[in-house]
């Protein structure tokens, strides 16, 4: 078996691989490491057959959306996931067979009610549901600690004690503990009985996690990420950095529209001189009167630098090829001490 774990903060994912056929699953993908999987992935000469998320993440974006559909794999869930994404629902004791991998569903509610638990081989693949030195929460979402003990004391802890446990999450840099290890030393897993398990999950008291609405939004929905859409836009668009600006603004007369997207009260309070005003909001209903001409070099800006890059792209859709983005923004460019122009006082 070929195996790699991805640590990003606390988030693990992994990649599993037969050796012999080099057929490949990824497991419990997370966003921003979308380029590292498949550069392991190729550097190992492995192919995915399956993306499979082990529950509905609430804390993290998970990219099993994305990679599927780069791939053209299905996305894999337990049956009782919500997500219009997923290609294949499994139920509880089913296999996934990969190459010679055989990859086995146990449904393991609690911490979500689609969270599945995954065995191959030596080790099982936990999920939220049993963490190195803890258990998942019950309190997001469709958890419930009834069923988290059912599927703790039921199930995982009945496998061979040598299994080794690979969860979802750890925050303190172990990458695996086994079975074993985890009825002998997990806290939370020495209250065996079922009154004393429930009330010890329904009185942790936890913050809810970073991203929460947002992570079950998209997770849920396979919609984008603000980070996404960000992140899209700013692949199809060149920038300029505040430096080119300055300097040529400097060497005028220069050679394009300075736009500036941001609301009327911050423009009129300074803006880069010489620069025209359009609100973000307004941009697609006032473009034809604003910028008559589709062959203008523009460079749009904004306080951050982020509503610019979507609002660039938004220009070069509706035809300004040649719209693009300060790297940066007005903040910057008014905290460095560049020159500001206000709005001229009503006579
Ligand atoms: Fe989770």
């Given at each position: 078996m070929l195996f790699?774990?991805?640590?990003?903060?606390?988030?693990?994912?992994?990649?599993?691989?037969c050796a012999d056929t080099r057929a490949a699953v990824l497991i419990d993908p997370e966003i921003s490491q979308r380029d590292r999987y498949l550069a392991i992935v190729s550097q190992a000469g492995l192919r995915i057959h399956y993306v499979i998320d082990t529950h509905t993440h609430a804390d993290h974006f998970s990219a099993a959306k994305q990679i599927g559909e780069a791939l053209s794999v299905?996305?894999?869930?337990?049956?009782?996931?919500?997500?219009?994404?997923?290609?294949?629902?499994?139920?509880?004791?089913?296999?996934?067979?990969?190459?010679?991998?055989?990859?086995?569903?146990?449904?393991?509610?609690?911490?979500?009610?689609?969270?599945?638990?995954l065995v191959v081989e030596d080790r099982v693949?936990?999920?939220?549901?049993?963490?190195?030195?803890?258990?998942?929460?019950?309190?997001?979402?469709?958890?419930?600690?009834?069923q988290l003990y059912d599927s703790l004391f039921g199930?995982?802890?009945?496998?061979?004690?040598?299994?080794?446990?690979?969860?979802?999450?750890?925050?303190?840099?172990?990458s695996h503990t086994t079975i074993g290890e985890e009825i002998a030393n997990n806290p939370r897993l020495q209250k065996r009985g079922r009154a004393e398990f429930t009330d010890l999950m329904r009185h942790l008291n936890l913050n809810a996690p970073d991203h929460l609405t947002e992570a079950?939004?998209?997770?849920?929905?396979?919609?984008?990420?603000?980070?996404?859409?960000?992140?899209?836009?700013?692949?199809?668009?060149?920038?300029?950095?505040l430096n080119e600006l300055r300097t040529r603004l400097a060497a005028r007369p220069n050679d394009f529209v300075v736009l500036d997207v941001r609301?009327?009260?911050?423009?009129?309070?300074?803006?880069?001189?010489?620069a025209r005003h359009v609100p973000r909001g307004q941009l697609e209903l006032r473009v034809n009167e604003e910028l008559s001409d589709p062959t203008l070099r523009?460079?749009?800006y904004c306080e951050l630098g982020k509503i610019?890059?979507?609002?660039?792209?938004?220009?070069?859709?509706?035809g300004f090829t040649r719209a693009a983005a300060l790297d940066g923004g007005f903040k910057t460019w008014r905290e460095g001490g560049l020159p500001v122009e206000k709005a001229a006082e009503p006579a």
């Open positions: 790699e774990q991805v640590t990003v903060g606390g988030c693990q994912s992994y990649l599993v691989g299905p996305v894999v869930m337990h049956h009782e996931s919500v997500a219009p994404f997923v290609g294949l629902r499994l139920d509880d004791g089913e296999l996934l067979i990969a190459g010679r991998l055989r990859i086995q569903a146990i449904h393991t509610p609690g911490h979500t009610r689609d969270s599945m638990s693949f936990t999920g939220d549901t049993l963490l190195i030195g803890a258990t998942g929460r019950t309190d997001l979402p469709t958890g419930d600690p009834e199930k995982l802890l009945n496998l061979d004690p040598s299994l080794k446990v690979y969860p979802a999450h750890d925050y303190k840099g172990r079950l939004r998209t997770n849920m929905s396979g919609g984008k990420t603000v980070t996404q859409l960000i992140s899209e836009a700013s692949a199809v668009i060149p920038f300029m950095s609301e009327k009260n911050a423009f009129d309070a300074g803006h880069i001189p010489g523009i460079l749009v610019s890059t979507l609002a660039a792209a938004t220009l070069r859709q509706l």
